[in-house]
């Protein structure tokens, strides 16, 4: 998959009213559709888990199967089988919502840390909050025919861990923003499920200073206890003399 970065406002409203007119012909001119995306979206900026499930869960039921279906031609045969999406398949879904839209500043597949984040983009409600996603694919690798039950949760957590390990915020951070929301998407299909992390740097920063001033008076208490615990030996010691 190839993103390309749009130099200037001018072309990316032209970028708009062309996906704005091919998205119509796919999920019809039903407003409510539109209102999905849209719905979706601003739950992010609001960090509303509620609605974002809402909304992204119900616009993904627009989509037939054979949208969310690759075909996959086996080596040894020249038959196609009908196979899960991979994170691809995703990806293009969500660009597809954010450039409707129009996320400003949206970063897609960018290095930051040890690794590539999958979206990125400013929240434009607080100025220093940073929207961190990372897509997640449940594949199954058995029969297509024995319907097992997903734990999408799991996945979400992962996607949210790999944000962490691999230290995704830290391009972001040296840029300045003090707060992060980092979202794990998981898709099945045509479920989903979206789970959510907050990181505030100025909170940690609180916590460690109050973590070192409890050792400092730690310290300072038990030098006192100590200096107390000899000045009571040498007391009672004299005391017996």
């Known amino acids: ?11 990316l409203d032209k970028i708009y009213n062309t996906f704005i007119s091919n998205i119509k012909n796919e999920v019809g001119h039903n407003v409510y559709n539109i209102e999905c995306i849209k719905g979706f979206v601003e739950g992010l900026y609001e960090k509303d888990l509620q609605s974002i499930n809402k909304n992204l869960s119900e616009y993904l039921l627009i989509f037939s199967s054979h ?7 086996s080596k040894n045969s020249t038959e196609s089988m009908e196979t899960s999406p991979n994170e691809n398949v995703y990806q293009v879904l969500l660009m597809q919502m954010f450039l409707f839209n129009k996320v400003k500043d949206l970063y897609a597949e960018k290095d930051s840390g040890l690794g590539r984040i999958d979206f990125g983009f400013p929240n434009c409600k607080n100025k220093d909050e940073f929207i961190i996603i990372e897509v997640k694919v449940y594949k199954d690798k058995n029969d297509k025919k024995i319907k097992k039950p997903v734990n999408l949760s799991k996945l979400c957590k992962e996607a949210i861990n790999q944000i962490d390990t691999k230290k995704y915020i830290t391009d972001f951070k040296f840029k300045g923003y003090k707060k992060f929301i980092e979202y794990g998407i998981a898709f099945d299909t045509n479920e989903c499920l979206v789970e959510m992390k907050i990181v505030d740097l100025e909170k940690e920063k609180e916590n460690e200073g109050a973590k070192d001033d409890n050792k400092t008076n730690n310290k300072t208490n038990n030098k006192n206890n100590s200096k107390t615990n000899n000045k009571n030996k040498k007391y009672n ?5």
């Not at 010691?237 to 003399?241: I, Q, V």
């Open 1 to 11: 998959m190839v993103y390309i970065k749009i130099p200037n406002e001018e072309i």
């Open 67 to 73: 949208h969310l279906y690759v075909k996959k031609i």
């Open 237 to 241: 010691t004299r005391k017996k003399n």
